[in-house]
């Protein structure tokens, strides 16, 4: 018996320790905020969406604007990444964030700017609040602005423009494959009672 008391308290302490590991890994990124995630979009074909939609992939969004001449030199990048990385359950998306003026830049002028370059990801016309929540995680008003979102919606980096040579792009690669190597999360559905991979 007195085995027993003495296992107990050796239990509890494991058990909290495991729980404060637990909890230390899931603070270690922060949730992408409503703003950014609820936010509805439209995409230059008319398709609407929300960021939230894209739950359970790994998404890298990119705000960008066509005069931005950093964001044309980092796009030829995204479109590599985008074909290498698709079949994984990966998306890039590029959030157009309007003129010099803040105004917002026509869909046909950003479909022939797509086509131009041969973009093959979503691009969506950039509102005010998601262009605003993307400065505040970003911590500064400039082009191009990256951020990308693991597979259970936390922000797992952001960056500030296209870098010296390859050498910020190289840093987004190697966050983008950490982040496809994590497993699945997990849904659980509060009417059944059941669990699945987020889909």
Known sequence: MRRNL????????ALAVSIGSAQTEQKQYPPAPTEL?????TDVDGTAFKLSDLYGKVILVNLWSEWCAPCRQQMSELIKMQREYYSRGFEVIGINAGDNDGKSE???????????????YYLAQGTSPI??????????EALPGTILIGRDGTIRGHWVGSGPGLAM???IRLAVEKALSEPQPVQYSIIDGTSKPAS
């Open 131 to 140: 262009v605003a929540a993307f400065y505040k995680i970003t911590k500064a």
């Open 6 to 13: 003495f296992i107990y308290p050796l239990l509890i302490i």
């Open 106 to 120: 026509s869909v046909r002028k950003i479909k022939v700017f797509a086509d131009r370059l041969g973009v093959n």
């Open 37 to 41: 995630m609820e936010t509805p979009l």
């Open 169 to 171: 792009e190289q840093q």
